[in-house]
């Protein structure tokens, strides 16, 4: 899911929908804020919802870290330049 969400946010980055695209990065930081939390406390009832599927904590690390550019500044400068 965080795949796609920043995948997206990529691309409405790119297409000037600023707005959209923030909104993206933060319901793709959101999950891997929960992941980062379910890994902290270890939660193991959140494994009994069957749409849940486990997030390495590197992955997590790595979305939060990707998309706290996107959500601080509302562009995608660190990105590279499609050509």
Request: charged share 10%; hydrophobic share 55%; glycine share 4%.
């Amino acid at each position: 899911m965080c795949f796609v969400l920043a995948g997206l946010t990529c691309i409405f980055a790119r297409l000037a929908f600023k707005q959209l695209s923030q909104y993206l990065a933060m319901a793709a930081g959101l999950v891997a804020l929960i992941a980062l939390f379910v890994y902290l406390y270890d939660l193991q009832a959140i494994y009994s919802i069957t749409l849940y599927h486990s997030m390495s904590l590197q992955t997590t690390v790595a979305f939060l870290l990707a998309l706290s550019d996107e959500t601080d500044n509302g562009n995608a400068d660190a990105l590279p330049a499609g050509h």
